[in-house]
């Protein structure tokens, strides 16, 4: 089966809290604090595999889990990070905002997509002369988590485009050694289908051919089954376009894929691309061809003509699709450069429905998070991290009063004056 898109949930393993104890040992009086770190929660990571096809190993398994840190001891314990393979040509995009969180090509090339928290700091960091036995100790960070879709956006050289029934897998077979099914019937290829070429004794490339299904009229918005598939002609270096020459009107059938490529994305329309007038084998396609050349040669385009079923005309295919090909040395590199986009949300106070205060802002939210406020110093120190940070001055501003409920990530806090302001 070919599956090429899944959704999958991830999450990173929280981090370790720090610990708050004291030195015990016998005959060392004013023992101070050693609590040690907690351990980093591991992340998970996506990596491109090129033994692999297709996403069907995330066909059955939706949630993936990375392990958590340990409590600080004397020791700091990691988690584990997870790995995840998936084929070449694997876009990553966040299922809430439909953002490009990563785009992976490379071979061994990998992704983080969820990262583990930190750990907590265990209390032998916030020792100064001043205070010799600080109870306060971080709590670890909770990892990412969320909703990922991954789709498959297959890399080949050349894409073969066309309606439905135009000849393509029986092009695909003619000039590779892929045996796709073949019938005499619309939408016969219900998949994708990969082939190699052989361009000849002297040229060392090896192209790699993709043949889409079928596209109809209305394909980019959601018609037939060739909508689901055109993503995977993005990243083609060469389209060739072919043309059934024996349907009732090939300049029509012409006009709607170009249109439909547009539609999809305008930049298919830039890419080299060759339009294959097939059938010639059939007297209806070969009456029409002459016209069908001129109107090409007008447009300042160009097409040729064969037939895929009995090998007329496909030496002089091979031939320009060489052509159109870059050399050997750009073929072996992905056809496109693999990116990461990164997308930074600034600080921001806002109110929800039920009138509380929202505060967000990733570091803030951490620190939060790592806050234990049933300890009392902790507490404290958080309120002097919301004064460093102007969040404290900022909240003033839009008005919060004592009583009102302030969310910062996952906490909920009842905003109270700090007690250096009432002394």
Known sequence: MFLDRVKIWVRAGDGGDGAATFRKEAHVPRGGPDGGDGGRGGSVYLRVDPGQTTLRDFQYKHHFKATPGGRGERARRHGDDLLLDVPPGTAVLD???????????????????????????????????THQAPKHAQKGEPGEEHWLRLELRLIADIGLVG?????????????????????????????????????????????????????????????????????????????????????????????????????HDPAL??????????????????????AFARARRAEGGEAMGIAAATGEGLDAFRARVAELLPSAEELKA????????????????????????RVRGKRIERIAAQTNFD?????????????????????????????????????ELEWEPTPWEDA
Not at 334 to 357: L, Y
């Open 269 to 290: 329309l830039e890419k080299p691309m060759l339009v294959v007038f097939n059938k010639l084998d059939l007297s209806s396609a070969r009456d029409r061809w002459p």
């Open 163 to 263: 309606l439905p029934n135009a000849g393509k897998s029986t092009l695909l077979a003619a000039v590779t050694a892929a045996r796709p099914k073949i019938a005499d019937y619309p939408f016969t290829t219900l998949e994708p289908n990969l082939g190699v070429m052989d361009l000849g004794d002297d040229d060392e490339r090896r192209p790699t051919i993709a043949d889409v299904p079928g596209l109809i009229e209305g394909a980019s918005s959601g018609a037939g089954l060739g909508h689901a598939f055109l993503r995977h002609i993005e990243r083609t270096r060469v389209l060739v376009h072919v043309v059934d020459g024996s349907s009732r009107d090939p300049e029509w059938d012409h006009e709607v894929i170009r249109e439909e490529l547009g539609a």
């Open 375 to 411: 300890v009392e110093e902790s507490a404290e120190r958080f309120q002097r991290d919301l004064e460093r940070m102007g969040i404290d001055a900022e909240l003033r501003r839009v008005g919060v009063e004592p009583g009102d409920l302030v969310r910062i990530g996952g906490s």
């Open 95 to 129: 299922e809430a905002s439909g953002g490009l969180l990563a785009d992976l090509v490379a071979t061994g090339q990998q992704a983080m997509v969820a990262r583990g928290g930190r750990g907590g700091l265990g209390n032998t960091h916030f020792k100064t002369a």
């Open 334 to 357: 992905p056809p496109e450069p693999a990116g990461v986009v990164v997308h930074h949300i600034d600080s921001m106070i806002e109110r929800d429905r039920d009138g509380a205060f």
